[in-house]
């Protein structure tokens, strides 16, 4: 299994949205409703942003949004705040019990 | 509130073990409920899944690292266990130890620990 692609980075202004993709395989992002995604700061540990494609943790603002089409998903972050600019990750469960990664997205709110 | 907390060397010399420690609270890993995770960070890199393992021992991991690798439990310390064996440079990583729901969703993480492997 190869690590899911992410473009390496992203960005927006304030009040704007920007989304970041996720592109996996037919074994992996395809065959599976189970993408993450994960936010992480400079030195810090993620978090969970989104499970299960669309599904949003209790704390999450609902700025944060997952969705898939195929073999790629897809984090959409609406009214883009200062707060919002960190890494990005996607994950994958890929069947026989392993999970992939992606390789990351910057996301810089300009 | 489910707190994990890694523990270890932070030096390990080429060819050797690098063993570390996950001790769990808020949370007992014989619940069945959820799996316990491996996820290391090489610096400047992205994050790479490296394993999990069951409250009832079964184990999985990554196959790049499959034959190097063990994950293990310790219910009686409420602990998760990693060993990577012959250890080289390219595996200097923060180490990550998480929650997960089985399927690579992990919502509680450890804070991480950088281990550097030099001689």
């Known amino acids: 299994q190869s690590a899911l692609t992410q473009p390496p980075s992203a960005s927006g202004s304030p009040g704007q949205s920007v989304t970041i993709s996720c592109t996996g395989t037919?074994?992996?992002?395809?065959?599976?409703?189970?993408v993450s995604w994960y936010q992480q700061y400079p030195g810090k540990a993620p978090k969970l942003m989104i499970s299960?494609?669309?599904k949003r943790p209790s704390g999450v603002p609902d700025r944060y949004s997952g969705s898939k089409s195929g073999n790629t998903a897809s984090l959409t972050v609406s009214g883009l705040q200062a707060e919002d600019e960190a890494d990005y990750y996607c994950s994958s469960y890929a069947g026989s019990n392993i999970v992939l990664f992606g390789g990351g997205t910057k996301l810089t709110v300009l | 509130q489910v707190q994990l907390q890694e523990s270890g060397p932070r030096l390990v010399k080429p060819s050797q073990t690098l063993s570390l420690t996950c001790t769990v609270s808020?949370?007992?890993?014989?619940?069945?409920?959820?799996?316990w995770s491996w996820i290391r960070q090489s610096p400047g890199k992205g994050l790479e899944w490296i394993g999990y393992i069951y409250y009832a021992g079964s184990a999985y991991y990554t196959p790049s690292l499959r034959g190097r690798l063990t994950i293990s439990v310790d219910m009686s310390k409420n602990q998760v266990s990693l060993n990577l064996r012959s250890v080289t440079a390219a595996d200097t990583a923060v180490y990550y130890c998480?929650?997960?729901?089985?399927?690579?969703?992990?919502?509680?993480w450890g804070q991480g620990t950088l281990v550097t492997v030099s001689s």
């Open positions: 299960e494609v669309t």
């Open positions: 998480g929650r997960d729901d089985s399927c690579g969703s992990v919502d509680y």
């Open positions: 808020g949370a007992s890993l014989s619940s069945g409920d959820y799996y």
């Open positions: 037919s074994s992996d992002v395809g065959a599976y409703n189970y």
